[in-house]
């Protein structure tokens, strides 16, 4: 069996706690961090656009992409060490949902945190790539809280037609 874990600041925990609760022992698990590459392009494109070209040592992209992938390592070994079991680490750059169901492909099991509005139950408690990795998941999915959830009383009312 294969699960896979997409790692997250801010809500990684939560499903490193998943996988030690849910992922039998003897499970290939698989800690996989996504960076976008949106910001290091960015910097990349403003440095040689704005500031000239000519000096690639003073452009700051490479800087961004540096941290960027010393931010996804240590990350990434903080959830190995939070895991307490046998694991294999995956860093992917590009569009972190695209990535995301690309390496899901083939697995057991997908565990991801809700990453939206988390005060209320409902769709807008996952954020746009979440919610286009669960819709689009070539797996099962297990869905976490990174909290506990909030009560009942945030469901939304039901829609006019469906009241008393």
Same mark, same amino acid.
């Given at each position: 069996?294969?699960?896979? +874990?997409?790692? +997250?600041?801010?809500?990684?925990? %939560? @499903?490193?706690?998943?996988?030690?609760? $849910?992922?039998?022992? #003897?499970?290939?698990? +698989?800690?996989?961090?996504? /960076?976008?590459?949106?910001?290091?392009?960015?910097?990349? #494109? %403003?440095?040689?656009?704005? =500031?000239?070209?000519? $000096?690639?040592?003073?452009?700051?992209?490479?800087?961004?992409?540096? =941290?960027?992938?010393? /931010?996804?390592?240590?990350? !990434?070994?903080?959830?190995?060490?939070?895991?307490?079991? *046998? @694991? &294999?680490?995956?860093?992917? &750059?590009?569009?972190?949902?695209?990535? +995301?169901? %690309? %390496?899901?492909?083939?697995?057991?099991?997908?565990? !991801?945190?809700?990453?939206?509005?988390?005060?209320?139950?409902?769709?807008?408690?996952?954020?746009?790539?979440?919610?286009?990795?669960?819709?689009?998941? *070539? @797996?099962?999915? =297990? =869905?976490?809280?990174?909290?506990?959830? *909030?009560?009942?009383?945030?469901? *939304?009312?039901?829609?006019?037609?469906?009241?008393?």
């Amino acid at each position: 069996m294969t699960v896979i +874990v997409w790692i +997250v600041e801010g809500t990684w925990p %939560a @499903c490193v706690d998943a996988a030690r609760r $849910h992922a039998p022992q #003897g499970a290939e698990l +698989v800690l996989l961090h996504v /960076s976008a590459p949106d910001a290091p392009a960015a910097a990349h #494109g %403003a440095y040689a656009g704005l =500031l000239g070209r000519g $000096h690639r040592e003073r452009d700051p992209g490479t800087r961004l992409e540096d =941290l960027a992938a010393s /931010s996804a390592g240590e990350l !990434l070994r903080a959830a190995a060490e939070r895991l307490g079991r *046998p @694991c &294999t680490t995956q860093e992917r &750059t590009g569009r972190p949902e695209r990535a +995301v169901v %690309a %390496a899901a492909e083939g697995a057991d099991l997908l565990i !991801l945190a809700r990453d939206g509005d988390r005060a209320h139950l409902g769709p807008r408690s996952l954020a746009p790539a979440s919610r286009f990795v669960v819709d689009h998941a *070539p @797996c099962p999915v =297990l =869905l976490v809280w990174p909290e506990p959830a *909030p009560d009942l009383g945030t469901l *939304p009312p039901p829609p006019p037609h469906e009241r008393p």
